[in-house]
Each structure stands twice: as structure tokens, then as C-alpha cells.
């Protein structure tokens, strides 16, 4: 029985050794890799920028950066992430503002439906994984549950469980730069221009007025330490129902804002009202639209 267990506890030893061996292997390609934006953005440093865009996926694919730069003389990047909720932005602007990137206003694309969440969207667990070792990665992290000890500590675990993300062909994909990247060197991405014929129903769209607001807040808090100008605004969208609560509420929402946080919020999500034209699904506008905002929106670039 004893040999047994002496046995079975080399065997455990071996296969954690081998395991640390995959993840420290795996990390080391992963941060020298530039395919996603995150990684990406990692590289970006000791930078000075007049204006960052930054949001999910809505803020990722609506505004042209190279034409903004191009009529205002302003340098900007788009530091958005696809998928991302105000939890992991609040992470990846600290982020960025650690690397030494010096930036003189942020343009934050936020949404009623997630301004006020305080968890990470399944789709945005991963994204982070190849820093999660770093401490400022873990410490925001470990708040959201017990199974981010787990991908910390248990080596290999968090590329395993999530191996269509950060499995051998991304390994492949970073050592040896197959594909080319998503976006431009600006950051941006822009939605093709489909068939879409405009949403089946519409939805309620408004903030709740009595959220706490955590990461939205902390993000606040985060421009004025870093003495940045922070302006809040919300892309179009093509489900959204426009009736008077609708317009009570943003009313409300940007008086709030202005009055107890000092922050400008811009709300452009009823601007092209339900028309498909400018839309590549019920939330994303195509690059015909995202060309069309952007000249919408650069007087407030050229301020």
C-alpha cells in the first residue's frame, strides 16, 4: 500500500510539472502574440494620445479613428474590446493608463443594458487569461468568484477549460503570425454592409436610474486621478422603442450624470430611428453607418 501511494504521488508530481511546463509555455507565447486586442493593447505603451474610444463591441465597430484623426489633427486609439461589459473596461483602461499611455479624453460607449452590471459576460471570461498571473489582472478578477483562484493556481486549467480560445492553434497562430488581425492600426473594426431588414420587435432601452453604477463609477474616478475628461455616449441602435419614458429617462440619465458626477453623457441610440440602412444587426451599426456617426460625432471630437 505504500508503494502504491509513493507511486501515485509521483504520478501526481509529473503530471503537475507537466502541466506548469504547458502554461508557462503557453503564457509565453500568448503575451508575445498581437492577434487579439487585448493582446494588442498590451504592447501599446509610453504613448500620448489627445482621445481614446472605449466600450464593447458597439464602441469596437462605430467610429472611424483615421477619419477623426484626419479632420480634427487629433491622435486617437480605440481601446475597445468585442464582448466586454463595464467590468473588464474599467480593468483595461487601468491597464493602459499603467503602461505609461497618457490620454486627455476617454469617449465611453455605454449601454442601459450593461452600464450597471457588475459581472463578467461568459463570452469575456477568457479574454484576460494570458495576465491573469499579473496582480492587478487577478486582483479585479478574484471579486467575481472562487473559480478564478482556480484558473490562477491550477496550472493549465484556464487555457484547458477554454481551448477553442487559447488552444495549440492559437499557439501556432502567435508563435508564427498566420492570421492577420481584426482591426486596423487605429483599433477599429467596421461590420460589413448587409441585407438587414430592420428589427422584428422593439425593446425597452432605458437606465435604471437607482443603480449603483460600480465600475461605471470606478472608471470616474479613475479619468479624474489621471486627470482625463470623460464623455459618455451611446451608439445607435435599431430595436430600440423611442416614446416618452424613453425620453424621460435619458433626460434624466444625462441630468444625473452632469449633476452628481460632473460627467457629459451623449446619448446617439434613436438617431437613425429603425431604419436598416445604417445597421448590420439590431445593435451594430455597418461601416456605411459607423462613417456616417463618425461625422455625426466629430464636431464633439474637434471641441
Known amino acids: 500500500m505504500k508503494n502504491f501511494f509513493i507511486q501515485l504521488f ?3 508530481l509529473i503530471c503537475y510539472l507537466l502541466f506548469w511546463l504547458l502554461d508557462e509555455g503557453f503564457t509565453y507565447v500568448f503575451q508575445k502574440g498581437n492577434y487579439t486586442k487585448i493582446q494588442w493593447l498590451d504592447k501599446v505603451n509610453n504613448q500620448k494620445f489627445d482621445f481614446a474610444v472605449h466600450g464593447n463591441s458597439r464602441a469596437y ?31 483595461m483602461l487601468k491597464l493602459f493608463i499603467l503602461k505609461n499611455n497618457k490620454i486627455k479624453k476617454l469617449y465611453l460607449q455605454i449601454d442601459p ?44 486549467y484556464r487555457y484547458a477549460k477554454y481551448n477553442t480560445l487559447w488552444g495549440i492553434h492559437e499557439v ?59 464623455i459618455l455616449f451611446t451608439a445607435p441602435v435599431a430595436d430600440i422603442k423611442i416614446d416618452e419614458q424613453y425620453k424621460q429617462n435619458i433626460a434624466e440619465f444625462t441630468l444625473q450624470m452632469k449633476r452628481d ?31 456616417d ?6 464636431p464633439v471630437f474637434a471641441r
Not at 434613436?270 to 431604419?275: E, G, K, L, P, S
Not at 456617426?293 to 466629430?298: A, E, G, P, S
Request: charged content about 25%; glycine content about 6%; hydrophobic content about 35%.
Open 113 to 156: 443594458f450593461s452600464s450597471n452590471t457588475e459581472e463578467i459576460f461568459d463570452f469575456a471570461v477568457p479574454k484576460f487569461f494570458p495576465y491573469l498571473k499579473e496582480p492587478v489582472v487577478f486582483d479585479h478578477f478574484k471579486q467575481f468568484g472562487y473559480e478564478w483562484y482556480a484558473y490562477r493556481y491550477i496550472p493549465f
Open 61 to 91: 465597430t462605430s467610429l472611424d479613428l483615421k477619419m477623426i484623426e484626419q479632420q480634427t489633427k487629433k491622435k486617437g486609439i480605440n481601446i475597445s474590446v468585442d464582448g466586454s461589459s463595464i467590468t473588464d473596461q474599467y480593468l
Open 10 to 12: 509521483k504520478l501526481l
Open 293 to 298: 456617426f463618425t461625422r455625426r460625432m466629430m
Open 172 to 230: 501556432i497562430n502567435d508563435g508564427f503570425n498566420i492570421l492577420p488581425q481584426d482591426f486596423d492600426s487605429y483599433g477599429d473594426f467596421f461590420y460589413p454592409d448587409v441585407a438587414y431588414k430592420g428589427p422584428a420587435k422593439l425593446r425597452d432601452l432605458t437606465f435604471d436610474l437607482k443603480g449603483k453604477y460600480k465600475f461605471l463609477n470606478d472608471i470616474i474616478s479613475l479619468c479624474k486621478a489621471n486627470k482625463i475628461e470623460l
Open 261 to 291: 458626477k460632473g460627467v457629459e453623457y451623449l446619448n446617439f441610440g434613436d438617431i437613425y430611428q429603425h431604419d436598416p440602412t445604417f445597421f448590420y444587426n439590431e445593435i451594430h451599426i455597418n461601416q456605411k453607418g459607423a462613417e
